[in-house]
């Protein structure tokens, strides 16, 4: 079965940058939208970005919009989000998923998940 793995989690300060990876263990993600979401402790799980299968579009949530920065490498099957500036409320489980519609923010259009990427920031 093909999977995704993020990769790239870890303790940061808060100020710090963190960059994520999300590889694909096939091809098959390089003509598909992809995009990020997160999930803080007790909250529900909340769009960040996304791209086109192609990278030439890419989408954002304005909660971190000038922060977040998505792309893409296909040949390499792998998306990224760099992060920059973080703050305690940016940390979450961080995953990454297909996307059927990247322009929506929505998660019902995501058929396949990674297992996600723990992201925690200290004051």
């Known amino acids: 079965q093909v999977q995704v793995v993020e990769s790239g989690g870890g303790l940061v300060q808060a100020g710090g940058s963190l960059g994520l990876s999300c590889t694909a263990s096939d091809s098959t993600t390089v003509s598909v939208a992809m995009a990020w979401f997160r999930q803080a402790p007790g909250k529900d799980r909340e769009f960040v970005a996304a791209t086109s299968w192609n990278g030439g579009s890419t989408y954002y949530a304005d909660s971190v919009k000038g922060r977040f920065t998505i792309s893409r490498m296909n040949s390499k099957n792998t998306v990224y989000l760099r992060m920059n500036s973080l703050k305690p409320e940016h940390t979450a489980v961080y995953y990454c998923?297909?996307?059927?519609?990247?322009?929506?923010?929505?998660?019902?259009?995501?058929?396949?998940w990674g297992e996600g990427t723990q992201v925690p920031v200290t004051a």
């Open positions: 998923a297909d996307k059927l519609t990247p322009v929506r923010t929505t998660a019902r259009d995501c058929p396949r």
